[in-house]
């Protein structure tokens, strides 16, 4: 990369409903015009990202488009004054990879609004390992403590627990004393899960004979759900009184059919989480949380595996087809 001439992953749509990833060379003049111009050396793959790498309009509006939602490196030029040139800073969310040229390329352009200073506990790597799934897991446990979870509740539910926010969520949990159960559709990888910190490993099927019910035998005391759709009700019907689910996936479907039963019956909480709009001074305060007192500097090798550029389209679809186990971390040197 020099300041002139980068390298990116560009999505393309060759027929209709035929999209092709490729890696091009762009300069400076193919990104927006915003304040804050950004060498990337690390970014990451998401979910969302094989989402508009394959052309979900509900992601990305308008092709030939740049993905990933994810981006860390060091500041090249800034109009807004905010940083000096060599700082380095994160950037997660808002727009970037969306409708905004994204993290899988060796530079982007974005509003200074978007951008915090990279913590000083968390090299560029790590913070990339983490990255948007990083900071949700980390949300998503947030919300738990705030309503009141203590590791003496019992056991803590994590579905889709081999994803990025699930296996960090697992991490965390761990981390903090929880007894978590994790739930995933990949049996094989119940190793893997253990040693990032879960008490048991489950198969998503323990959930299936929960469908037909309006409300079940409470198992779990509190939950993360990865996973959205039916899933997500299933888990509320199980969880014991007073105890709640904090929601930041839809990988299975962006609806599910409930009933009153769980919430008046055991004052169950229903807790959202979003990271994406989060203000930026809230990500930047999960972030130091994340380099700090919940730092997993421990674990996270377990969750990663690095790629390059090169690779970001073929990871782009393993993911895309539902076979993405923890984090893909690309790195630009690489």
């Known amino acids: 990369m020099s300041d002139n001439t980068f390298r990116a992953v560009l999505v393309e749509e060759v027929a209709t409903g035929k999209y092709d990833q490729s890696i091009v060379t762009r300069g400076p003049a193919d990104l927006p015009a915003n304040a804050v111009r950004i060498g990337v050396s690390h ?27 994810d981006a860390v490196g060091t500041v090249l030029t800034d109009d807004s004054e905010r940083f000096t040139p060599g700082d380095r800073v994160i950037v997660t969310g808002y727009d970037l990879g969306m ?3 994204g993290g899988l390329a060796e530079q982007i352009s974005v509003p200074a609004e978007w951008v915090a200073p990279l913590p000083e506990g968390l090299s560029p790597r790590e913070a990339m390992i983490l990255g948007t799934a990083g900071l949700t897991a980390a949300l998503c446990v947030e919300k738990l403590l705030e309503a009141g979870a203590r590791p003496e509740d019992g056991e803590v539910l994590v579905t889709g627990a081999t994803g990025g926010v699930g296996s960090i969520a697992v991490a965390l949990l761990g981390k903090l004393g929880f007894k978590v159960a994790a739930v995933t559709g990949k049996l094989e990888s119940a190793e893997f899960l253990t040693s990032l910190g879960a008490w048991k490993v489950l198969d998503r099927e323990t959930l299936a004979p929960f469908a037909d019910k309006a409300i079940a035998k409470p198992l779990w005391a509190w939950a993360v759900d990865t996973v959205g759709g039916e899933t997500l009700f299933n888990v509320i019907k199980c969880l014991k009184y007073g105890g709640g689910v904090a929601a930041c996936g839809m990988a299975s479907g962006s609806q599910f059919q409930a009933n009153v039963f769980p919430f008046i019956l055991r004052g169950i909480s229903l807790l959202g989480v979003d990271s994406v709009e989060l203000p930026l001074q809230k990500k930047s305060d999960v972030w130091e949380k994340l380099a700090g007192e919940w730092y997993i500097g421990e674990q996270l090798d377990k969750i990663a595996e690095d790629i390059s550029l090169d690779q970001a389209p073929e990871f782009l679809a393993r993911l895309h087809r539902g076979h993405g186990i923890g984090r893909y971390v690309v790195d630009m040197a690489r």
């Open 43 to 69: 970014s990451a793959l998401n979910y969302k990202d094989a989402l508009s790498a394959f052309g979900n309009r509900a992601v990305t509006r308008e092709y030939p488009h740049t993905p990933g939602i």
């Open 99 to 101: 409708n905004t040229s």
